[in-house]
């Protein structure tokens, strides 16, 4: 009786000196995926505070429509 791992109709799997192949590469790519995710999000609300606090501010009455123009532009031109 012959093993799996002698058995030539299985041929060189990845654990057989074939390698692991491009199987390496998934988790680092999950992960990349991850990690950009949460920068993009982080990113984003942080854009989006911003223009919130503008905008409480100027239903206050702390900042006259034309500030509130000019800094909503600032606030957009910055974003990336």
Do not use: C, N, Q
């Given at each position: ?10 041929g ?61 532009a600032?606030?957009?031109s910055?974003?990336?």
């Amino acid at each position: 009786m012959t093993s799996a791992a002698t058995d030539p109709r299985w041929g060189p799997g990845p654990w057989h000196g074939g390698g692991p192949g491009p199987w390496l590469l998934v988790p680092l790519v999950f992960w990349v995926l991850v990690i950009g995710a949460v920068v993009f999000t982080v990113r984003r609300r942080r854009s989006r505070s911003a223009e919130h606090v503008l905008r409480e501010a100027f239903a206050r009455g702390e900042v006259d429509e034309e500030g509130y123009r000019a800094r909503l532009a600032v606030l957009r031109s910055t974003r990336k």
